[in-house]
């Protein structure tokens, strides 16, 4: 990959692929995609899997995320978003769940943590003991890998004009995007497009690419991804007005394509694992499970 998954904002990764009035990618006109056997597995799935989990124990400098090594696990802010978060990679004694908070409070004051556990041997392990200190349990994320055969995806046409993204257009992700995730047509504010604009054009001088699909002149739905031996997709959300219509399966077959086409490894997607949009995704060939992750969240004075 072309560096660590930028945790370093609010929706980095897990919240854009698993929020399901964000992602519409299930109905809508059928493409002629042919998925890869569902035997298909990584070629280099042991070594990728502990790339997956280097991502979230350094530093990401192009996107101001910043890793501080402590107790309990890898503590992560972005100070120009105000995101945090914690990867607990190995488990620890869940008697202990009661100081792993205080030293949450310590770290990160009344701020907003997500807390991810590592694999389901970690979660299984504490999730009775955070819990029963105050943290929230969340939609966990399952990473899954479209592995490149070597055979070329036939890819049809759908209803939306597709365009990548330059300077010139990044407002339209921006709005698309917000709008998309919020479920609603009401225009966002100001302020919150400036900073979405902010996050992407660092997500894009950081090797990140998209794509907007057009129905008409209007900006429908957006796709995003990180380049590198395994591209990685980031966001993939569609307007409220467009669903059902085989946008987003539009967008993610165009990206399929292209990745078996520059002969690529593979290309990774985060999901909730109990959400629909991962049968869809199973379905266009996303078949190697390569990682999960628990998310819980501290809302900043959980305590009990």
Not at 78 to 103: M, Q, R, S, V, W
Not at 233 to 254: D, E, H, K, V, W
Not at 260 to 277: E, V
Request: some cysteine; overall charge neutral.
């Amino acid at each position: 990959m072309a560096g660590p998954i930028p945790r370093g904002r609010k929706d980095a990764g897990a919240s854009q692929l698993t929020r399901a009035a964000a992602v519409q990618a299930t109905a809508g006109p059928a493409l002629s995609i042919s998925p890869p056997q569902m035997t298909s597995r990584h070629p280099a799935h042991d070594d990728l899997v502990q790339e997956v989990r280097s991502w979230y124990i350094q530093d990401f400098p192009a996107l101001g995320k910043v890793v501080t090594r402590r107790r309990f696990g890898y503590y992560s802010l972005n100070p120009k978003t105000n995101y945090c978060d914690i990867h607990i990679l190995e488990p620890f004694d869940p008697a202990e769940a009661h100081t792993f908070l205080e030293d949450v409070k310590a770290f990160y004051g009344e701020c907003r943590v997500h807390i991810f556990t590592h694999g389901r041997a970690v979660d299984n392990r504490l999730s009775a003991a955070l819990e029963q200190v105050g943290f929230i349990r969340s939609a966990a994320m399952l990473y899954l890998a479209h592995v490149n055969t070597g055979v070329s995806p036939k890819v049809g046409s759908g209803p939306a004009r597709i365009e990548p993204v330059t300077h010139t257009n990044l407002p339209d992700y921006a709005v698309t995007k917000l709008k998309a995730f919020a479920g609603s047509e009401e225009e966002p504010a100001p302020a919150a497009v400036e900073a979405e604009m902010a996050n992407r054009q660092a997500e894009l001088n950081a090797g990140g690419a998209f794509l907007i699909a057009r129905v008409r002149a209007e900006a429908a739905a957006i796709i995003g991804w990180f380049e590198g031996p395994d591209r990685y997709i980031f966001n993939l959300a569609t307007r409220a007005p467009y669903r059902n219509q085989g946008i987003a399966r539009q967008l993610l077959s165009r990206v399929i394509a292209d990745t078996c086409a520059l002969g690529k490894r593979s290309l990774l997607i985060a999901t909730d694992p109990a959400d629909t949009p991962v049968q869809f995704y199973r379905r266009l060939g996303f078949v190697d499970e390569i990682y999960w992750k628990g998310t819980w969240l501290f809302d900043g004075s959980s305590s009990r």
